[in-house]
Nanobody, 126 residues
Framework: QVQLVESGGGLVQAGGSLRLSCAAS????????MGWFRQAPGNEREFVSA????????YFADSVKGRFTISRDNAKNTVYLQMNSLKPEDTAVYYC???????????????????WGQGTQVTVSS
């Protein structure tokens, strides 16, 4: 079992920045990939970014490339999502997810992840 807890969400004006954190606990040695997804009201949960736990390869949705960065601190078992130049359309609940069973699975596919956090709200005002 892997437990994930997100933090860092909040209300920010357009153009501002936020940094989300996802702290993992439990069988963290089994984590292969960590991902961030988001879900706005009425929309499906969509991929935002992912990072390989070892090696550090990163992946981004086109909508956030150049504005968001993802990083990890293996010693703290924590993944960060730095969000800059935020737009109102970035408003959503952001979820952290962990893939522990297959490193070759698609990083942008929700089905590739077997553990999820409870989510943190990000609201960007115009």
């Amino acid at each position: 079992q892997v437990q994930l807890v997100e933090s860092g969400g909040g209300l920010v004006q357009a153009g501002g920045s936020l940094r989300l954190s996802c702290a993992a606990s439990g069988r963290t040695f089994s984590v292969l990939t960590m991902g961030w997804f988001r879900q706005a009201p009425g929309n499906e949960r969509e991929f935002v970014s992912a990072i390989n736990w070892n090696g550090g390869n990163t992946y981004f949705a086109d909508s956030v490339k150049g504005r968001f960065t993802i990083s990890r601190d293996n010693a703290k078992n924590t993944v960060y999502l730095q969000m800059n130049s935020l737009k109102p359309e970035d408003t959503a609940v952001y979820y952290c997810a962990a893939n522990t069973y297959y490193s070759g699975s698609r990083k942008d596919n929700r089905a590739s992840y077997d553990y999820w956090g409870q989510g943190t709200q990000v609201t960007v005002s115009s």
